[in-house]
């Protein structure tokens, strides 16, 4: 296969919904930067549709042209979209791209940045999340008129993938491993994901594990934050864990996601599409663009990866182009456009 240090790498951009096309074109002029800096990194970009305004258009949230583009390109990087709720409804255009390619690792980092007010100064952990099974399986239906059943789907095949998955981020890190469960009341399918613990922790002996039930890791994270490193747990457990994390730095404007497979990822902010702001150049972009560092970092770009990171670190200690969410008092909020631009610059002039 041909590296793709020596080729041009082909980006599926969604733009998304909502506030989704403003942080996802505060983002590019930052990737265009490390384009013009960075030897060997070279992105082509691809726009296609997804979510509520392809189930206007064309009835679904995910077309077939959309999927095809998906298919052609070396990964995604998506803006949020919006899933309509009403049972019935076409299914959630995320949930079909982690199907199709089978992004089994929802991977979102919560760390403290400059000047954005945290619980602690020392926060910096990765909360590693199943991303294909649970409740989120989507497996549920009516039983009779005043009843419904929603089915939490758990393989040995999904726990032992995600778990090593999450070993394997720990021993990059700091060799420490929490895994989070409610294996008291949730005997049999806990009892899955506990037993692939215990297996797949057998390959990694260098690695300290901890083990905490959900409802008290939700305290846990208020109270102590910074003792976690790489926290690893099934996919609702998670998706709400993880939320909750990202407010322990400054809240869901900073928080970068992946959805991460074997071969093919996909990067987003963890906030949804916010539709009351949209267009209104108001919201915080740093989450996409951290999520393209994410990117960079999967593509095997680690240098551009870093220097994106640094930027946003270099702009935010500068305190003059930050977003209503953390501007302080008496600093006039920057534009969501003017911070993409401003990172962008950093970028050039570092």
Not at 17 to 28: F, K, R, S
Not at 258 to 284: C, L, R, T, W
Request: hydrophobic share 40%; charged share 25%; aromatic share 6%.
């Amino acid at each position: 296969m041909t590296s793709r240090k020596s080729r041009k790498v082909r980006i599926a951009v969604i733009p998304g919904d909502g506030i989704g096309p403003e942080v996802i074109h505060a983002t590019l002029p930052v990737l265009d930067a490390v384009q013009d800096v960075a030897t060997g990194v070279k992105l082509e970009y691809v726009f296609t549709e997804a979510g509520l305004t392809c189930v206007q258009k064309y009835g679904t949230s995910l077309p077939e042209e959309t999927k095809q583009i998906l298919r052609e390109a070396d990964c995604c990087l998506k803006g949020p979209v919006t899933t309509p709720e009403e049972p019935g409804s076409p299914k959630s255009a995320v949930v079909q791209i982690r199907t199709m390619f089978d992004l089994y690792a929802n991977v979102r980092p919560i760390k403290v940045l400059p000047r954005v007010p945290a619980l602690h100064p020392n926060i910096d952990m990765v909360m590693v999340r199943e991303n294909m099974e649970g409740l989120y399986a989507g497996i549920e239906f009516m039983t009779g008129n005043d009843a419904a059943v929603a089915i939490r789907l758990i393989t040995k095949r999904g726990c032992e993938r995600i778990v090593r998955f999450a070993f394997n981020q720990a021993v990059e890190r700091r060799k420490q491993l929490t895994y989070v469960h409610k294996g008291n009341v949730l005997k049999i399918t806990e009892g899955i994901f506990k037993d692939a613990v215990a297996k797949v922790g057998q390959e990694f002996p260098e690695v300290h594990l901890d083990e905490v039930r959900v409802d008290a890791m939700a305290m846990w994270l208020i109270r102590q934050p910074e003792v976690y490193d790489v926290i690893v747990t099934t996919n609702l457990f998670g998706d709400i864990l993880s939320d909750e994390a990202a407010q322990t730095v400054g809240g869901l404007g900073v928080a970068p996601g992946a959805n991460i497979g074997d071969d093919y990822a996909m990067f987003e902010p963890v906030h949804g599409s916010a539709p009351s702001y949209a267009g209104k150049d108001q919201v915080n972009p740093i989450a996409t663009i951290l999520s393209s560092k994410l990117m960079l970092d999967w593509l095997g770009f680690k240098e551009a990866g870093d220097l994106v990171e640094q930027a946003v670190e270099d702009v935010l200690k500068e305190g003059q182009f930050m977003t209503f969410d953390l501007a302080p008092e008496g600093v006039t909020p920057a534009k969501c456009s003017e911070v993409g631009k401003r990172i962008a610059r950093q970028i050039r002039d570092a």
